[in-house]
Each structure stands twice: as structure tokens, then as C-alpha cells.
């Protein structure tokens, strides 16, 4: 029952992968990734990332990629479909509405961050960026967000172009973006590990991010891979489905997937190596928090020969990456607009558009006017964090890996993925335990109901109940019975 693709799809083979990896590739991997890596210590925060990514990220963002592709529409539509197809009822629908409603608080929040970027490449370029020590760092950014006019207008600025690109539709304005700013990305991340590699603290980097020390692994390391993990590889808010949807048929989900998964990786990495060298080069404290990036970093690449020029680049890279992310998290929903309610994309992109700047000039607020507009604490822009990466993604995650791995026909994603059996067994039993139990401790965890100690008993609890119902699975009929041919 496959339906007919919709009237456009991604015109190179590579545009997809260029895309999604445009998506994947963002302020998590530059701004957030290093500072949390940081703040873990290090090699063994990286060892539980890595596997966060292959046991949890990649099989749903293979799954993201198939329903999106099977489905052929926006994130809602794509999932009722395949849901009605596979023999669940057509409300899993409303999974696609939470994801698309997720990501667009993310993005929210994300144009702000975004907007910080644009401003200190700028900045940088022309050497404002002047202080002698991390004091003065932090004055200079507090002023930047001290003034409304200023990061409102950068926000709106970062708004505006995503607008514009997305309004373009996939092919004129996505496509032909990406194609020119992922490898200027790339590019530019490549001169900076260049540069970092020259400097002296690279050893010191180096062994920082891979040197494997156990004593640091705890279960709060774990819980914020896990979270960082979603948000790196855009998943469960609609941006990877609503680009699967373009898929042309030939192309491999799997092969793809694992492509933006590894390149996303990849690009963490590096950045880990363009950073933490000119960081310890300075004799500076990597766990400086979220404040590294804007703070920590100008004052050292400062202090470096050639260190304006290669600072505004490195700002340069982190607009790119932003903005190609942001671009993917506003595709479903102008999508969605656009088939399910007739509206074109250009007005789409704009009506969207307007709720966004609203919002986003809200959320800009909480680092000036409105900072104690706070709710639990927390500004609009920390609770807009707060409920997208803390509640929001994994919930979509967990309902994703059920919906899957329990509710639709075992075989209906086989045709999708091309897998050989055993493969897409494990698979199914990936998305079937793995995924709902790891996502289970990061709920009770929020809840305030676990403790950090991995040695506590929940985790063994947790860990025996993966094993006895992988046994489970070998030996009942479940997963056993895709060794039978499909039903046609
Ligand atoms: N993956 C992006 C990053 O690492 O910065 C963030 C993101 C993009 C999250 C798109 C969600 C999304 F739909």
C-alpha cells in the first residue's frame, strides 16, 4: 500500500544526507556537546555519548527516516499512515503534531542561542571582543544580553533567513542552502582542528576527550548523554521525518542514517578538538559551562596569533551549523500547513513565521527585561529547554520506540530498510527494550525518583528486566516469527 511520493522529493542522491545532517549538525554538537563534556570530565562522558547514539539514537532515527519515508508527508499524516497501515489506530497521528510542537519551542529558544553566534562572529571579526581575562568576558556578553534591541535583533535576524530559506520550498531554498553551507562547514571545522593542532594544548586535548577514566562514569554522566543524545541527532520533533519524506525509493534508509549519524558524531568530535586544545593552550578550565563557548573562547583564541581571524571563523562555522538545524525543525510544520490545509509554503513559512517571532522575542527576553518572569525557577528560555530536552523528546522517543516495536505488523518496515533478518531483529529488539527501559530511567530520573549512584539497585533492577525479556524474546514466537516470510 505504498503511497505516491509527494510532488517533490530530494533531487541529488547527497541532499538528504546533506540536509539531515545539516539538522543533526548544530549548536548542540559546538555549543553543547563541549561544555557538557567538560563539565563530565571528559573521555568517559564521550564513551557513554557514543553509546547512548548507537544503542538508542540511531535505531530511532532509522525509524524516523522509515516512517517518514513510508508515510511520504508531514510528520502527523506520515505517522497515521504508516500507524494504519501497520494495524494501529490512526491518533499515532498525534505523535507527529507532539514532535512538530517540540520542535518549534525548540526553536524558540534555539534562534536565540543562534542569534549569539551571528553576533560574535561579527564582533570577533572586528575585534570587539577585547578583555584581558574571563571577568571581562563575561561582562562583554552580559552587556550583548543586557540589551534587548541588540539580541532581539540578532534573534530576529537568525528567524528571518530561516524563514526565507524554508518559504523557498525544498528544492530552491533547503537543498541548494545546504549544499553550499554543509561543506563550508566542514571546511571551516577542518581549518580549526588545523589551527588547534598547532597549538600547545593539543596533546592535552586530545587526552581530555578520549582518555577513558571509569572513576568518572555515574549515572548523571549517563542521564545527560542520554538527553544530549536526542538533541543531537534531532530526534522525536519532526525534523528527520519531514526530511524522510523526500527520500527517493532507491535510497538506503539504513545506509543514510547511519551516514548522519556518524557524520553528526564526527562533527562533535572535532569540534571537542577545535575547542579543548585552545582552551588548555590558555591554561583555561574546561568545565566552564555554557559560558565556554561565548566566553572562554574569544578570550583565548585572543590570545593567540592569527586569533581574530580564526575566532571569526570559528563563530562563522557555529551560524552555519545553527541555522541549517534550524531550517529542518521549521520543514514539518510548514509542511504540514502546506498539505494538510492547502496553504503554500511561502505563506506557510511566514504564518509560522509570525508566531515564532512573537515567541522568540519573548524567550529573548529572559536574559534582560523579563528575567524574572520565571516559572519553577526557570526563565521562558530555560523552561522552554527544560520541557523540550527533559520531557518532550524523550517522551516522543519512548512512544516512537513502542509504537514500532509493539503496536505496528512486526514486518511492515522491513520493505523500508532492506535488512537482513537478523539485523533487523536486533533492530526491533533495540527499539523493543533498550530504548524504552534506558528512556524509562532518564523519566525517573526527572521525577526526582532515582538516585545518580549507578551501583543503586534500580539499575540492575532495570538491567536484569533487559536481559530476562531479551531471553524472552529469543525464545517466544515474537521477533522469531520474522523469520517467516512476510505477509503479502
Ligand atoms: N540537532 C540540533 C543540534 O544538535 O544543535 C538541534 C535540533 C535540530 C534539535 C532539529 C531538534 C531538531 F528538530
Not at 549569539?116 to 570587539?128: E, R
Not at 544580553?145 to 526565507?164: E, F, K
Request: hydrophobic share 55%; aromatic share 12%.
Amino acid at each position: 500500500m505504498d503511497r505516491p511520493s509527494p510532488h517533490y522529493l530530494w533531487r541529488s542522491r547527497w541532499a538528504f544526507v546533506l540536509a539531515a545532517t545539516g539538522s543533526a549538525v548544530g549548536l548542540g554538537n559546538i555549543w553543547k556537546f563541549p561544555y557538557i563534556t567538560g563539565e563530565y570530565g571528559g573521555g568517559a562522558f564521550v564513551l557513554l555519548y557514543l553509546l547512548c547514539i548507537f544503542l538508542i539514537g540511531i535505531p530511532l532515527l532509522v525509524a524516523e527516516v522509515a516512517i517518514g519515508r513510508r508515510g511520504r508527508g508531514n510528520p502527523m499524516d506520515a505517522l497515521a499512515h504508516v500507524a494504519r497501515e501497520g494495524g494501529a489506530s490512526r491518533h499515532w497521528g498525534l505523535l507527529g503534531a507532539m514532535a512538530m510542537l517540540c520542535g518549534f519551542l525548540i526553536l524558540c529558544f534555539y534562534v536565540v542561542v543562534a542569534g549569539w553566534a551571528f553576533a560574535y562572529t561579527l564582533k570577533m571579526a572586528g575585534g570587539s571582543l577585547a578583555g584581558s581575562d574571563v571577568a571581562a568576558m563575561q561582562a562583554i556578553f552580559a552587556d550583548h544580553n543586557a540589551d534587548p534591541l541588540q539580541l532581539g535583533g540578532w534573534s530576529l535576524l537568525v528567524a528571518l533567513l530561516t524563514l526565507w530559506i524554508v518559504g523557498r520550498g525544498l528544492q530552491q531554498g533547503i537543498e541548494r542552502a545546504v549544499r553550499w553551507l554543509m561543506p563550508g562547514l566542514v571546511l571551516l571545522l577542518l581549518v580549526l582542528v588545523g589551527y588547534a593542532a598547532t597549538t600547545d594544548g593539543f596533546a592535552e586535548g586530545v587526552t581530555f576527550l578520549f582518555r577513558f577514566d571509569a572513576s568518572r562514569l555515574n549515572g548523571e554522566a549517563f542521564l545527560a548523554a542520554l538527553g544530549h543524545a536526542f538533541f543531537t541527532l534531532s530526534l522525536a520533533s519532526g525534523a528527520i521525518m519531514a526530511y524522510g519524506a523526500y527520500l527517493p525509493e532507491q535510497q538506503s534508509v539504513v545506509r543514510t542514517s547511519l551516514i548522519v549519524a556518524l557524520a553528526d558524531t564526527a562533527v562533535a568530535l572535532l569540534a571537542g578538538l577545535a575547542i579543548f586544545p585552545v582552551i588548555f593552550a590558555n591554561d583555561m578550565s574546561p568545565a566552564a559551562g555554557p559560558g565556554l563557548l561565548f566566553m572562554s573562547l574569544p578570550l583565548a583564541f585572543q590570545q593567540m596569533p592569527w586569533g581574530q581571524l580564526f575566532g571569526a571563523l570559528f563563530f562563522a562555522m557555529v551560524s552555519i551549523a545553527a541555522l541549517t538545524s534550524a531550517i529542518s525543525i521549521l520543514e514539518g510544520s510548514v509542511a504540514w500547513l502546506n498539505e494538510q490545509h492547502g496553504i503554500s509554503r511561502r505563506r506557510a513559512a511566514w504564518l509560522l513565521g509570525g508566531v515564532l517571532v512573537l515567541i522568540s522575542q519573548l524567550t529573548m527576553l529572559s536574559f534582560n527585561q523579563g528575567a524574572h518572569w520565571t516559572l519553577a525557577g526557570m526563565t521562558l528560555f530555560d523552561g522552554l529547554d527544560y520541557l523540550t530536552s527533559r520531557w518532550m523528546m524523550p517522551l516522543g522517543g519512548i512512544l516512537l520506540a513502542l509504537l514500532v516495536g509493539y503496536r505496528l505488523r512486526l514486518d511492515l518496515l522491513r520493505d523500508e530498510l532492506h535488512l537482513p533478518r537478523a539485523l533487523y531483529a536486533l533492530w526491533l529488539i533495540l527499539l523493543r527494550y533498550v530504548s524504552p527501559l534506558l528512556i524509562l530511567l532518564v523519566f525517573l530520573h526527572a521525577l526526582g525518583w532515582l538516585g545518580f549512584d549507578p551501583l543503586q539497585r534500580w539499575y540492575w533492577v532495570a538491567g536484569a528486566c533487559m536481559a530476562l525479556a531479551l531471553l524472552g524474546e529469543c525464545l517466544t514466537p515474537g521477533v522469531r516469527s520474522l523469520y517467516r516470510p512476510a505477509p503479502r
